[in-house]
């Protein structure tokens, strides 16, 4: 990818999952790395195994976002590249049956903590003329996943977040996008499978949703994060770019 060598990357999420895989393509393209992640010791063993760095972050809190972009800053001198990828599940169920303390954390994390990043790296791009953000939204931001209402709606709003975004900084040389993976057997979906009480029929329908056969991987999406992120991309923003083998072509 063009002119990742030596960008300063800053992955929320970073110590499980798509996040970890986002973490290793970015320092196989020469990026100086903060991993962040809620889980200290995940991230950190992401961190310690890529050479790269490591600060403990709640992407639900604006405070620990700010101290996680100053770390950021103080370790490699700049931030050029922001991923928010962390990222939670929903609990299952209908509108009408769902608590409100779900609906409250996954809006919170999935949709408010990527508010909170764009927010708090945007504030340092304009000042230096430049920055890129790549947001993980989700296919259940282009179609929608019955009972899983704050996931849906979390997801469709970091892609409608990401499209304002781009159209406010294009001005300001700045280039936001997202990503909308498919499934992928990651942590978050290895929990769901086993809370199905049959993880094998889970896989299999991981396995068989989408038009190409075989699932997406973590690094099929870090493949499409870091092309948008590089200046193979440079004039694209406010996309959100499925990672999905077809599956919202159908
Ligand atoms: N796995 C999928 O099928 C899939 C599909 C589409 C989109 N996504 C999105 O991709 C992103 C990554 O998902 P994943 O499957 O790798 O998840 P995962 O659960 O496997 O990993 C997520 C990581 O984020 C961290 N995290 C969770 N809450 C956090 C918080 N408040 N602050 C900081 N870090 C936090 C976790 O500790 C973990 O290391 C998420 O935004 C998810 O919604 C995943």
Known sequence: MRNLNGRTVLVTGGGAGIGAAIVQRFVEEGARVMVADIDTAAGQSVADAQGMGFVPIDVGSLESFEHAVAATV???????????????????APIHLSTLENWHRVINVNLTGVFYGMRCALARFVAQG?????????????????????????????????????????????????????????????????????????????????????????????????????????????????????????
């Open 130 to 250: 430049s920055g890129v953000i790549v947001n993980l939204s989700s296919v259940a931001a282009l179609v929608a996943f019955p009972e899983l209402p704050p996931y849906n709606a979390a997801k469709a709003g970091v892609s409608q977040l990401t499209k304002e975004a781009a159209v406010e900084y294009a001005q300001f040389g700045i280039r936001v996008n997202a990503v909308a993976p498919t499934a992928v057997m990651t942590p978050m979906n290895q929990r769901t499978a086993r809370e199905t009480g049959d993880p094998a029929a889970f896989e299999r329908a991981l396995t068989s949703m989408n038009p190409m056969p075989g699932a997406a991987s973590s690094e099929d999406v870090a493949a499409a994060v870091a092309f948008l992120a590089s200046d193979d991309a440079r004039f694209i923003s406010g996309v959100t770019l499925p990672v999905d083998g077809g599956y919202t072509a159908v």
């Open 74 to 92: 103080e370790r490699f001198g700049r931030l050029d590249i922001l991923v928010n990828n962390a990222g939670i599940a929903s609990l299952r």
